[in-house]
């Protein structure tokens, strides 16, 4: 597999060269048609973007149609079927980096790079882009070099970086580099930990590991000491986590796998980066733990593209871990257990955090969601009994290991046991990482982020639900306001409407596109959310939006699709009057003229629609 770090070196197309590049590149991962992912990125990564005949080339040698590796290329945004800048400059583009300014940041960028957003300057140097979340919604506004991080942009900044980029080696893409050891102005990602809980981040410092103690008891009791704890995934769903390792270590089969969500792709959220950051190897045990759990020899862990900067230090982390043990052979001592762990990079695609796309695009494939059942506790990946676990959840398996149930038990309430991560961004004066306990009221919170002039919370990233202040007395917890892990803050004069026409706008975005309700479904609900923003929608109009986010809820495949809707279903109900106050005067206005629609059929006919009572 190429080094990280190599840089592409824009051979020609179809070169003898690009032809012994690909074949490398494809014979580093012994043709294994599962790593179809590394061979696209590796390639994309030496010749600049992925040509028809790489493509050919990667389909010979991986003995597939190249068919299969077109469709695989052609649905991550950060795969590039046709030559880009050298440099591929991301904005991301969200309601909070949109009111720290990010248009103007675009601008800047655009006059100084002399390239519109979504074109690439005429020297060929720098392709200019907008980008979904990049998980940095607390140092908005922020940005992607290659795979480097750039945050609190000022609109000043593009000149200096631009300048600095001229002079620049090449920056990888994939796996990215670190932003601190980049020499750029605003290369730098800060963690932002603001406040600390007992459970995770204790505040007697870095967690000592609890992987030797858990590996001496059987699988079965780790798997009752997590149910005791009641220990509930972390990604958003809330999923019994004891139980999802108790129906994949029942599923009969030559191999059962530990899979690593850290894709963190709903916007607002980047606990999971903290987490990546400040305490990797308790995600390890975590995942260690659940091996030993299930009786896997494999894990892995699926990490977003936009986060390609971690992957050398995690690299290192893993590394490490070998060397004392901790992976392997016989890991901690115990015989029999061998485990080890890769990281799997991603390549822009917010649907693949959706576990069964996430396992798709794990072997290879393009991140379309799977039917269920069956579920990946039965056939996962590579159609083996998986677990998937967002990173938080790994992390809390760890610590419930380390000091027991019981002491899980006494952080919480009754069905959301433990503390939460919360990704505190938006109007407020310290935006980062706070661990509360779960029951915190939505008011608790905002006294403790400091932002009591809060008119909306955004729970949960645009999935989730838009909270008025009625509601600010709601615990934060599974049984009554649940989130990921995304809290977004709108202070006073904000536009409630702009908000969810800008989530509207995201699910067009990630819609992935397999199926009709969400496909054309985000799109029409993006389009009735223009209407209103414009004030051009009236009564009617309103309710036909609403009928359709409902049909779209129910009728779509996944739950990218089941929840597109929740943006403007929650504002709706909760801000009624901010759509009210922007209904076009007129009560009822048809948009369709009958007589304007039958025209042609009446001039072809010549005669006009029957009038009534005739
Ligand atoms: C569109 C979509 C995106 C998702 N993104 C993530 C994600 O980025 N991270 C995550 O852990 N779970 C995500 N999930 C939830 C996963 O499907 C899955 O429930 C989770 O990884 C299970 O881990 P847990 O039980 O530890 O929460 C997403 C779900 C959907 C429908
Ligand atoms: S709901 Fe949307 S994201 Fe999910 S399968 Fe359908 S089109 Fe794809």
Known sequence: MTEPGTQHSELPESTPDARAIVDAIVASVQADRSRLMDIVQAVQQRLGYLSKDAINAIAAGLHIHAVDVEDMASFYAF???????????????????????????????ARETNAAIGNTSPDGNFTLEWTSDIGMADQEPAALVNGTVLTNLVPADAGDIIAALRRHPPIPLFPGADPQSVALPKARVVTNLVKSGPVIFQPEGRPATGLSP??????????????????????????????KWKLCRQSISEAHHVVCNADEGEPGTFKDRVLLTEVPDLMFDGMTIAGYALGARHGLVYLR?????????????????????????????????????????GAGAYVCGEESSL??????????????????????????????????????????????????????????????????????????????????????????????????VQMGGPSGQAVAPKDFGRQI??????????????????????????????????????????????????????????????????????ALAGTVTR????????????????????????????????????????????????????????????
């Open 477 to 546: 917890a599974y049984e009554d306001l649940s989130t990921g892990g995304s809290v977004m803050v709108f202070g006073t004069g904000r536009d409630v409407l702009g908000i969810a026409r800008q989530f509207a706008e995201f699910f067009v975005e990630e819609s992935c596109g397999w199926c009709m309700p969400c496909r054309v479904g985000t799109t029409l609900l993006k389009e009735g959310m223009d209407r209103v923003t414009d004030g051009c929608a009236t009564l009617a109009d309103i309710a036909a939006l609403e």
């Open 214 to 243: 858990a590996l001496n008891q059987s699988p079965e009791t780790i798997i009752q000491v997590i149910s005791k704890a009641k220990l509930r995934g972390r990604g958003g769903a809330g999923f019994p986590t004891g139980l």
């Open 555 to 614: 009728m779509s495949r996944c739950g990218l699709g089941q929840t597109a809707a929740n943006p403007i279903l929650t504002t709706m109900r909760n801000f009624p009057e901010a759509y009210e106050a922007r209904l076009r005067p007129e009560a009822f206005l048809p948009r369709v003229s009958l007589n304007q629609a039958l025209a042609v059929a009446t001039a072809v006919q010549g005669r006009g629609p029957v009038e009534e009572g005739n």
């Open 359 to 456: 396992i798709e695009s794990l072997e290879g494939k393009r991140g379309a969601p799977r039917d269920r059942p069956p579920f990946p506790t039965d056939r996962g990946y590579l159609h083996q009994p998986t677990a998937v676990d967002n990173v938080e959840t790994f992390v809390c398996a760890a610590r419930i290991m380390e000091k027991g149930a019981d002491w899980f038990l006494g952080y919480g309430t009754r069905e959301s046991t433990g503390t939460k991560l919360l990704s505190v961004s938006g109007d407020c004066p310290r935006p980062g990482v706070y661990e509360v306990p779960f029951g915190i009221t939505v008011n608790e919170l905002l006294d403790l982020v400091a932002a009591p002039d809060a008119v909306l």
């Open 305 to 345: 593209a936009e986060y390609a900067y971690l992957w050398s230090r995690l690299q290192r982390v893993l590394e490490d871990r070998r060397r004392r043990g901790l992976l392997g052979s016989d890991v901690c001592g115990r015989r029999g257990f061998d485990f080890d762990i890769r990281i799997q990079l």
């Open 79 to 109: 795969l590039g079927r046709a030559p880009k800048g050298r440099f591929q400059i991301r904005l991301s583009k969200t309601p909070i980096s949109m009111m720290r300014g990010a248009a103007a940041v675009a601008e800047a960028f």
